[in-house]
Nanobody
């Protein structure tokens, strides 16, 4: 069992930056692929970025490449998402996810554990 708790959401102006954090608890947390998904009102939850258990491999959605950076600290069981050059279309609830057998990190269905979400609002 892995428990995920996100923090760091809030309101920011377009062009600004915001950092999100996901704290994972559980013995096997460090062996999971970790990811961030987001869901805007009236839309499906979409993939943002993922990171391998070792942190050596990452994958980004095209919409956030060059602006968002994911990192993880397995000693602290945390995953961070630094978001720069934010746009109004980045407005959404951001969810942290973890999974063991994630052969396709963009697939929402392969993640076993989800956080409660943290809201990010980017004003224009």
């Amino acid at each position: 069992q892995v428990l995920l708790v996100e923090s760091g959401g809030g309101l920011v102006q377009a062009g600004g930056s915001l950092g999100l954090s996901c704290a994972a608890s559980g013995r096997t947390a460090s062996t999971n692929v970790m990811a961030w998904f987001r869901q805007a009102p009236g839309t499906d939850r979409e993939f943002v970025v993922s990171i391998s258990p070792s942190g050596g491999s990452t994958r980004y959605a095209d919409s956030v490449k060059g602006r968002f950076t994911i990192s993880r600290d397995n000693a602290k069981n945390t995953v961070s998402l630094q978001m720069n050059s934010l746009k109004p279309e980045d407005t959404a609830v951001y969810y942290c996810a973890a999974g063991r057998n994630v052969y396709n990190p963009t697939s929402i269905y392969l993640y076993d554990y989800w956080g409660q979400g943290t809201r990010v609002t980017v004003s224009s």
